[in-house]
């Protein structure tokens, strides 16, 4: 299993994996999306840590990242190289009968890159929204090859923020109501999609807990195969151009809002996912209403 990430210092960006021995190795680079692009990194054997350990200059080892800033996965310098989109209802869960072979979920556009938000940042409503859920979700990347092909590069963590009272008060509104900023994990997992993921989604209000549920996601949990999903994507030229970068919102699972609670301004939404990240962000209006 390769996990890796990218944190900025003075400018200078570098790409490391989780320290495991009371130590990190950063090798500088000038971005991980532009080494994926540009170079056999993506083909390398072992990854693209295992690439830079082999044409890198020697790296910088530190014990531990005190004065860096870890960067939302794969973000692009340029925010108009990475699109942000997703799936929605395509949970076993969340479906009362299974679809049929040719069924497809919904799809929808988020926004660019910029619009992805680390642990710890605010995830802002936009004006106007009526009210907020959150979403805990594997997040599939996939880069497109200079030949037009989508070409997966790994996975990582996000929460959806939604306006669900949108999503549900006319059927066509669910696009709109996805135009919200995204939470999303700094860790790259260089390897297949997941099967199943657990982990638990916490509402703090006040600084206290208000609400708490478990959740699970992966491929298991899905009501579609994913490559069905992702070649009836690909068949449309204006998802490939070339040097973009996708992030692909697999969907969710129950929320808060399935059990009646919607985020309100100044709560604190957490998604940990077991053996994995845990996203923190504070929910915040642009027109403070509810």
């Known amino acids: 299993m390769s996990i890796i990430f990218e944190c900025v210092r003075d400018g200078q960006r570098y790409v490391t994996s989780p320290g495991t021995s009371g130590q990190y190795s950063l090798y500088p680079v000038a971005d991980l999306y532009a080494l994926l692009r540009d170079t056999p990194a993506r083909e390398f054997p072992g990854g693209p840590l295992a690439y830079l350990r082999e044409h890198s200059p020697a790296p910088l080892t530190v014990t531990d990242l005190a004065g860096f800033e870890l ?129 638990t989604t916490s509402i703090y209000r006040a600084g206290d807990l208000h609400w708490e549920q478990r959740f699970s996601t992966g491929l298991s949990c899905l009501c579609y195969d994913a490559d069905d999903l992702f070649d009836t994507l690909w068949q449309h030229p204006s998802l490939r151009l070339p040097g973009t970068l996708i992030y692909l919102y697999m969907g969710a699972d129950r929320n808060s809002a399935d059990a009646g609670i919607h985020l309100s301004h100044g709560d604190t939404v957490v998604c940990e996912f077991d053996s994995g990240p845990r996203l923190s962000n504070l929910i915040e209006w642009e027109n403070v209403h509810v």
């Open 71 to 199: 960067l939302p996965c794969l973000l692009p310098p340029d925010p108009r190289q990475g699109v942000v989109c997703g799936f929605g209802l395509t949970h076993q869960s969340k479906v009362a009968q299974p679809p049929e072979s040719d069924e497809r979920p919904a799809f929808f556009i988020k926004g660019f890159a910029d619009t992805l938000k680390r642990s710890g940042d605010v995830l802002r409503m936009s004006r106007g929204a009526l009210s907020a859920c959150e979403e805990a979700e594997v997040v599939a990347l996939f880069l497109v090859a200079d030949n037009g092909r989508p070409d997966y590069i790994g996975y990582t963590f996000g929460n959806d923020l939604t306006d669900i009272a949108l999503a549900k008060s006319k059927r066509n509104y669910l696009a709109y109501a996805k135009l919200q900023p995204s939470a999303i994990s700094h860790l790259l997992y260089w390897q297949p999609l997941p099967d199943l993921i657990r982990g």
